[in-house]
């Protein structure tokens, strides 16, 4: 959990709204869709707490902002 936590400080630094939704929102998304699927799917978001970058934590084109926002904020991160 601790890389996570790394992750979603440096996304806080660049776009605090999305820091929030990882924080509050993905979670509660991943755990409906595990309960509605009985697993995880490429077509839903895939929450990995242990990814240490963005673009491992979950599927972007999944999420209701899209994949150009997450994109964007993961540029600002890694550059």
Do not use: C
């Amino acid at each position: 959990m601790h890389l996570y936590a790394e992750m979603i400080n440096k996304v806080k630094e660049v776009n605090r709204q999305a820091a929030l939704i990882m924080v509050r929102k993905l979670p509660l998304i991943n755990q409906r869709m595990n309960t509605l699927y009985g697993r995880y799917d490429s077509d839903h978001i895939t929450l990995t707490p242990s990814a240490s970058m963005l673009t491992e934590a979950f599927t972007w084109h999944n999420t209701p902002q899209g994949y150009d926002y997450w994109k964007s904020i993961s540029d600002k991160i890694n550059h």
